[in-house]
């Protein structure tokens, strides 16, 4: 479950900006928009909060920043040799910022304990890292590594609660390698379930969206088809059935205006290889006649929401939380509505699974759906620098017209449309 996350420096993220996901004490929607935790001194956390914003006002970049965290943690000791460059993006407008350190944290609970981790890198090493948890409802600092400047060299902390071989560890890391990764890779079993966070309950899907890979996978258990073709239909999708074919890579299928070598790495890496092949059937309206649909002729939005179905679900089964760039992108409105009413739905969501998107689609932005508290702008200043912030920080009426409010530019984070003329 995640409770905070914050990014400095990183893109077009200047100054510290912090997304939270603890819930006010406001009553609206309380019950299915928000839940309690099971650790000691429980919170009270949000289900979902949406991000608004105009093109380029930095809403990706803040996904962008909590995949490279996710993406770090997990290869930074297992890829690279010492010396090679961490692929980390600062903000460039700004000369100290340029050559600084790009600072990532995440609060999160894990099997019922909190746990505070960050790290701060630049292109060549890691120049911070630190751990503190919350096992009994107290902060412990685990560990802690800051690189000195001015003595060129390592300063480590272990507190009397880290377990392990803390000398061994400290010699295996690398400079641009994290320790967490380091030691979860030679079997630290203490540092796993903060690890485990990243690699099992963390989900992100950019811009692009998903290929139905996962979800045409899935259709060929039984089981698992009735469950995809009871959400698509939920979605008003009317699909009587799915048909799982598999299909033998067949080099013709190759776009015709591919470059030729690229034709030929792919002919060879995919040469005799077999796929399974999802195909859509229809019912003729008023009749019993049954249509196959190819997926290519299905619309974009089916397209889309089938290669959703399979992830969606697998989030809400297993708790998980997901970041979704951009939500709204070539589905209908309604589509997802439905998408977050499942995840802010108590009696759907079981296991607490957030989902934290960012969206333009304002239709969404009502009171019957989400909290005040759940959600959140960005928006660029004078120095092209991100400022992410919260609905609240306006404290708009309860019932206030929040779609017509931010249309009018009540609380900012819209598109400046000048004149054009020709």
Not at 127 to 130: A, L, P
């Given at each position: 479950m995640?409770?905070?996350f914050s990014v400095t420096n990183f893109k077009s993220i200047q100054n510290t900006q912090t997304l939270s996901l603890v819930a006010s004490p406001a009553s609206e929607l309380r019950e299915q928009n928000s839940f309690i935790t099971n650790e000691k001194g429980a919170l009270r956390l949000l289900r979902s909060a949406a991000i608004y914003g105009p093109n380029a006002s930095g809403k990706s970049n803040l996904?962008?920043?909590i995949n490279f965290m996710d993406n770090f943690v997990g290869k930074s000791?297992?890829?690279?040799?010492e010396g090679e460059p961490i692929e980390v993006k600062p903000f460039l407008f700004n000369t100290t910022t340029r050559t600084g350190s790009s600072e990532f944290e995440v609060i999160f609970l894990q099997e019922g304990v909190r746990y505070q981790y960050g790290f701060a890198v630049n292109s060549m090493s890691v120049?911070?890292?630190?751990l503190i948890a919350y096992p009994e409802g107290r902060p412990q600092r685990w560990f802690e590594r800051k690189f000195d400047a001015l003595n060129k060299k390592e300063d480590w902390y272990f507190g009397s609660k880290f377990k392990g071989h803390k000398t061994v560890l400290q010699e295996t890391t690398r400079s641009n390698a994290l320790f967490l990764s380091t030691a979860v890779q030679f079997n630290n079993e203490q540092l796993k379930p903060v690890f485990n966070w990243f690699q099992q309950k963390l989900r992100i899907i950019g811009v692009g969206g998903l290929a139905p890979i996962y979800t045409t996978t899935l259709c060929e258990n039984e089981k698992d088809r009735k469950r995809i073709l009871e959400f698509l239909n939920a979605a008003d999708l009317s699909i009587?059935?799915?048909?799982?074919?598999?299909?033998?890579?067949?080099?013709?299928?190759?776009p015709s205006d591919m470059p030729e070598p690229i034709k030929d790495i792919i002919r060879k890496?995919?040469?005799?290889?077999?796929?399974?092949?999802?195909?859509?059937l229809h019912i003729v309206e008023g009749t019993e006649e049954v249509v196959t649909l190819e997926a290519d002729d299905e619309s974009v939005g089916t397209k889309k929401l089938f290669a959703m179905a399979g992830p969606w679900l697998d989030v809400i089964d297993n708790g998980h939380v997901l970041f979704v760039d951009e939500l709204n992108n070539s589905m209908h409105p309604l589509m997802v509505r439905f998408l977050i009413g499942m995840i802010n739905n108590p009696q759907i969501n079981r296991k607490n699974a957030q989902l934290i998107f960012s969206t333009h689609d304002t239709s969404v932005l009502d009171n019957e759906?989400?909290?005040?508290?759940?959600?959140?702008?960005?928006e660029k200043d004078a120095m092209n620098a991100t400022n992410l912030y919260p609905l609240s920080d306006f404290t708009p009426r309860k019932g206030e017209a929040l779609e017509k409010g931010y249309l009018k530019?009540?609380?900012?984070?819209?598109?400046?449309?000048?004149?054009v003329r020709f």
């Open positions: 995640l409770i905070e996904i962008e920043a000791s297992k890829e690279g040799q120049n911070h890292e630190w009587k059935d799915i048909n799982i074919e598999r299909k033998r890579f067949d080099p013709t299928d190759l890496d995919l040469d005799g290889a077999e796929f399974s092949e999802a195909k859509f759906l989400f909290r005040r508290d759940q959600i959140w702008f960005t530019g009540r609380y900012g984070a819209l598109p400046y449309i000048g004149d």
